[in-house]
């Protein structure tokens, strides 16, 4: 599967984005999809992930209550609405793949298939 994300701006302290993640193939309501962000200088980091159906959810206690993640398998892609945004959320975002991880684990691996990364800055 191929990943193609955008949406990624500049906004404000408080402000809102949402992002999308198209991806290519008739496979890929068979996929959990996943957010990971990297700052300057630091790792790559989990965001959100969910399942196949879109059923089940998770996220990083870092934007839990803040960000919200959904899929439109219709659509092949996978959205991550971002609310009341702060500039320790200024990053690169990336959306992921993988067939067989479960939507929890995803927080603890490296998923087979990436994006090519969204900027997202975020001015207080």
């Known amino acids: 599967v191929q990943l193609q994300a955008s949406g990624g701006g500049l906004v404000q302290t408080g402000g809102s984005l949402r992002l999308s993640c198209a991806a290519s193939?008739?496979?890929?309501?068979?996929?959990?999809m996943g957010w990971f962000r990297q700052a300057p200088g630091e790792g790559r980091e989990f965001v959100a992930s969910?399942?196949?159906?879109?059923?089940?959810?998770y996220y990083a206690d870092s934007v839990r209550g803040r960000f919200t993640i959904s899929r439109d398998n219709a659509k092949n892609t996978v959205y991550l609405q971002m609310n009341s945004l702060k500039p320790e959320d200024t990053a690169v975002y990336y959306c992921?793949?993988?067939?067989?991880?479960?939507?929890?684990?995803?927080?603890?691996?490296?998923?087979?298939?990436w994006g090519q990364g969204t900027q997202v800055t975020v001015s207080s």
């Open positions: 969910i399942s196949v159906r879109g059923s089940s959810t």
């Open positions: 992921a793949a993988d067939r067989f991880t479960t939507v929890q684990a995803m927080s603890a691996i490296l998923p087979d298939y």
């Open positions: 193939g008739r496979t890929f309501s068979s996929y959990r």
